[in-house]
T-cell receptor
């Protein structure tokens, strides 16, 4: 099925730095979701966005639903070692589509 | 929040045998569940959608006779990998829609076929 374009593919950052990743689609979505997956585990929902322009925070995480409804971004502020993992965006229109993932490595 | 319980978390089987993976929604009803396959360092690829009380819908390229899906009740979906071969080794994950939270995922099953 369709996959969303997610960038960057991987990031290596120093602890304490901020992180930004985004997701784009050629289709309009009604819902954008951001998940984190730890090795050997299933994805865990971080933030759900339901309205164009919506900006939602969850602790150090902030995500926005793009005005065009074709994109979303996720920011992580003041990264810590436990932020390591793979982050996936997901969009839902008439179907549910996953992003290609962003692998985050935080260097202590 | 919603919980989807997936078992087993790891399984090693001999080539030619069948393996069943279970996915249960613990505190909500799921008329639909999704089954994904994930290769190392890659995204999740949707294999099929299971529907309670009706046949599963398979994505293009997924062999329905090899990956048998049964949605026996509003809280249970199973994926059976039949006559498994080493190329079937992968990480399998289920999920169920749980609005307004989105989609809740199971913890995944690491299948190794030897």
């Amino acid at each position: 099925g369709q996959q969303l374009n997610q960038s960057p593919q991987s990031m290596f950052i120093q602890e304490g730095e901020d992180v930004s990743m985004n997701c784009t689609s050629s289709s309009i979505f009604n819902t954008w979701l951001w998940y984190k997956q730890d090795p050997g585990e299933g994805p865990v929902l971080l933030i759900a966005l339901y309205k164009a322009g919506e900006l939602t925070s969850n602790g150090r995480l902030t995500a926005q639903f793009g005005i065009t409804r074709k994109d979303s971004f996720l920011n992580i502020s003041a990264s810590i070692p436990s932020d390591v993992g793979i982050y996936f965006c997901a969009g839902h229109g008439n179907q549910f589509y996953f992003g290609t993932g962003t692998s985050l490595t935080v260097i202590p | 929040g919603a919980v989807v319980s997936q078992h087993p978390s790891r399984v090693i089987c001999k080539s030619g045998t069948s393996v069943k993976i279970e996915c249960r929604s613990l505190d909500f009803q799921a008329t639909t569940m999704f089954w994904y396959r994930q290769f190392p360092k890659q995204s999740l690829m949707l294999m099929a959608t299971s529907n309670e009380g009706s046949k599963a819908t398979y994505e293009q390229g997924v062999e329905k006779d090899k990956f048998l899906i049964n949605h026996a009740s509003l809280t249970l979906s199973t994926l059976t990998v039949t006559s498994a071969h080493p190329e079937d080794s992968s990480f399998y994950i289920c999920s169920a829609p749980d609005r307004p939270y989105g989609y809740t995922f199971g913890s995944g099953t690491r299948l190794t076929v030897v």
